[in-house]
């Protein structure tokens, strides 16, 4: 209906200011043609027309169109009726008054029909259709009696004057109810067109009407009375299977036949000499023609209308049974027969149908054999003091698939207490019962984690005192098992001395700062003995006036971790002193050693690089927690003093083992001061290669770095050995247990490092991809 207004509301908009004036032109011409039809033809003796369709035009377009056409409608039969009474040999005063009413009768019906059923009115109905005629004849009434005054002042006929108002009343009010009907009927179209099938059947239906009607009441003699049923049988044939636009139109062919022959005397209606009576005959026949047509197709309408509302509904039920996954069925116990809604073969898994109509006993073959007993016993509960039973059963369907039901349903029965019937719904419930299930056993599993993880949480009633705690809470606080709620003293008994006053006063600051969260650690007594420490997430929600009204928390058992975190920083706090301690003996011990030849500055500034080597590293391994160190970083750091883009770098990824990454710094200082004093960094041209690669010797690995030095000063052999050489050729093999092979080749000091894989923290395989390191990330700043 919504819909329909709306389209209604949008048809009278005017899309343009020509439609006002094209209406006005067409009822117009229409109002003056059918009144001058009226008055030349239909006219009695005392001045009236005894059929006025222009009341009906008038009528018809207000009710179709709406109040948008009052102004147009009103000015075209004024025009229209004024133009018709003058040409009528009508006095001008005689013309303006029976013009006035000519308006006034078609807006008062309207205004009518308007205000009881409003503006989207149609003939559909058996209550629309009285209140039509009841409007057809109060706006003819009324104008009538205007009129009536009207010709009294301008005529003297001598009818009288009841004969005048009734003759007035009838032909207007025929005209209305003969033409009107149609006009509303096509306005309805516009909304909402008819099928090709319907507009064809009742096209034809209404052209053999009109050929039946013309033979009909044209015959002479008696002929017409073959011929009359049928013309009367079509109209109830079109109020049956159409539309009552449809029969309006049959009404007004049939009504057009009888005003023809009426007025002209032909068929058997001619038999009737008096024009008078002949007018009389007519309009009753007029009336009872419109009236059985209109009332016929508006319980036809109101039958359809029904049907297709009780259509949609089952059409609505049956589509919200299937969204909710829900089955209706009654079960008759005289029979034993069942019925079942049709998606009880989706839910059911019935492809066949076998079960949709099964009786009770082989139903319940089909329940799980665990809930059979239980359903058995629900049905046999069922009395007159207990009609109703719900129940949740598990079914088994002919294909195989469980699914679980649930069943609501009511019994009925006689006045004696016997049963009748049983009706019911049953719902697919398989998913929640699944998802239940899976509830169930996460809830275990989470207890269960809890537990093994020393996890727990709780939830704390500030009003009450009270909190709700987990299986985990209960195993991290001591209590016995299966506890679940505890009170906030029991809580406190268990906390440490030492750290209850602090975590108290940590929790009234919250609440006073109406923080949503706080968090910290303390330590609860076991009633064994043993303390364990807490670590607390707290989150709290609050009444409106600022107090405390929910406080929902995670505790877990921190004791390893605060007991691993109390050593490591033991650890590092005392490797840190020790290793400055060292490194400091180191310094000094070398710093005041003598030198063995040369200047006492080069000895010194040598001994020092060294040490800052060690430091390097040193530094490396305390930022990585001595958990070793990337050669990769090593070789950037050591490189990093002596090249200036002239060193090509790469190996696969390798971190050292603490032990392992000093002894290599080490030698790699070495090899480096002597490429800068004497070898590949002391010319431009010289070039360093630096690669590492593993090594496989059947299930042992070993790391292989090689250094080769290109380009620098030709290398002569040393007559002796200094402290350098002997770190690069004895530090590796005496700390690690490797290999060193040192050449002084002519081209470029070349030296062979191979480390066993115990050393590597990481042994990545041999087929590992290498990853290049270029001269500019060596020269990166530290």
């Known amino acids: ?154 005529y003297s006929s001598g009818a009288p004057v009841l004969a005048t108002w009734l003759n007035w009343f009838a032909s207007d009010a025929l005209g209305i109810i003969m033409v009107a009907p149609l006009l509303i009927g096509l306005g309805g179209l516009r909304r909402e067109l008819p099928e090709k099938s319907e507009l064809a059947a009742g096209t034809l239906t209404l052209a053999a009407l009109a050929v039946v009607s013309a033979i009909a009441f044209g015959s002479p003699g008696h002929h017409w009375y073959t011929v009359l049923p049928l013309g009367l049988l079509l109209p109830a044939l079109l109020a049956a299977y159409c539309r009552p636009v449809f029969a309006a139109a049959a009404a007004l062919i049939l009504g057009l036949a009888v005003v023809w022959t009426t007025t002209f005397g032909i068929g058997d209606l001619g038999g009737i000499p008096s024009l008078h009576d002949r007018a009389y005959a007519g309009r009753a026949i007029l009336l009872a023609i419109s009236a059985c047509t209109l009332v016929l197709a508006a319980l036809f309408a109101e039958r359809r209308s029904k049907e297709t509302a009780l259509e949609d509904s089952n059409d609505r039920l049956a589509d919200g049974l299937a969204a909710g996954q829900v089955m209706a069925f009654e079960w008759d116990a005289v029979t034993g027969r069942s019925r079942r809604s049709d998606n009880a073969r989706l839910i059911l898994g019935d492809e066949d149908g076998k079960l949709v109509a099964a009786g009770g006993g082989e139903f319940l073959k089909h329940v799980h054999p665990d809930d059979r007993a239980c359903f058995k016993a629900c049905l046999q509960k069922v009395c007159p003091d207990n009609p109703t039973y719900a129940l949740n059963f598990r079914f088994r369907g002919l294909g195989g698939r469980e699914v679980w039901l649930e069943e609501a349903a009511r019994g009925e029965f006689e006045a004696t207490g016997k049963l009748l019937r049983i009706k019911g719904l049953t719902r697919d419930i398989t998913e929640r019962k699944t998802a239940e299930l899976a509830l169930a056993e996460r809830t275990m599993q989470l207890a269960l984690a809890g537990k093994a993880a020393l996890v727990g949480s709780f939830t704390y009633d500030a009003d009450t005192e009270k909190m709700q705690i987990t299986a985990g809470y209960a195993t991290l606080h001591g209590f016995p098992d299966g506890t679940t709620e505890i009170t906030r003293r029991q809580w406190q008994r268990g906390v440490h001395p030492e750290d209850l006053l602090r975590w108290e006063e940590l929790r009234s600051r919250a609440f006073r700062e109406r923080r949503e969260e706080y968090s910290g650690r303390y330590r609860v007594a076991r009633p064994d003995g043993e303390v364990r420490w807490i670590e607390a997430r707290v989150f709290v929600s609050y009444h409106s006036d600022g107090r405390p009204q929910r406080a929902v928390g995670v505790d877990i058992d921190v004791t390893e971790r605060q007991r691993a975190e109390e050593h490591q920083r033991t650890l590092h706090a005392e490797l840190d002193h020790r290793v400055k301690n060292v490194l400091a003996t180191v310094s000094a011990i070398i710093t005041q050693t003598p030198k063995a030849d040369g200047s006492l500055a080069d000895y010194v500034t040598g001994l020092d690089d060294r040490i800052k080597s060690l430091a390097r590293t040193h530094e490396l391994l305390s930022d990585s927690h001595w958990h070793g160190v990337s050669l990769e970083e090593i070789v950037r750091r050591e490189l990093a003093p002596f090249t200036a883009g002239n060193a090509t770098v790469g190996g696969p990824r390798v971190t050292l083992k603490a032990d392992a990454a000093q002894a290599v710094a080490m030698v790699l200082h070495e090899l480096a001061t002597n490429a800068a004093k004497y070898g590949a960094f002391s010319k431009r041209d010289g070039r360093l290669l630096l690669r590492w690669r593993w090594l496989s010797n059947g299930s042992s690995h070993r790391l292989a770095i090689e250094w080769q030095e290109l380009g620098g000063p030709p290398v002569l052999q040393p007559s002796q050995f200094g402290y350098g050489t002997s770190i690069v050729r004895e530090l590796i093999p005496f700390e690690l247990g490797g290999t060193v092979d040192l050449d002084f080749a002519p081209d470029g000091v070349r030296c062979r490092l191979e480390i066993p894989a115990d050393w590597i923290r990481r042994a990545a395989p041999a087929s590992e991809d290498s990853r290049g390191l270029d001269a500019a990330r060596l020269n990166a700043p530290d």
């Open 1 to 154: 209906m919504q819909i329909r207004r709306a389209a209604h509301s949008h048809v009278r908009r005017w899309p343009s200011w020509t439609n006002p004036i094209g209406l006005a032109v067409v009822v117009g011409v229409a109002y003056f043609f059918a009144a001058q039809l009226s008055l030349v033809l239909l006219t009695k003796p005392d001045g009236v027309a005894v059929f006025w369709p222009a009341a009906g035009i008038a009528s018809g377009t207000l009710i179709a169109l709406g109040s948008w056409a009052r102004l147009p409608v009103a000015l075209g039969v004024m025009t229209a009726s004024a133009l018709a009474s003058l040409f009528g040999d009508r006095s001008i005063a005689a013309a303006i008054i029976f013009a006035l009413c000519n308006v006034g009768e078609p807006l008062l019906v309207a205004w009518l029909i308007k205000q009881r059923f409003g503006n989207d009115f149609r003939l559909e109905s058996l209550h629309s259709v009285l209140g039509f005629f009841a409007a057809a004849g109060t706006g003819p009434a009324i104008s009538g009696s205007v009129a009536t005054v009207g010709f009294i002042l301008f």
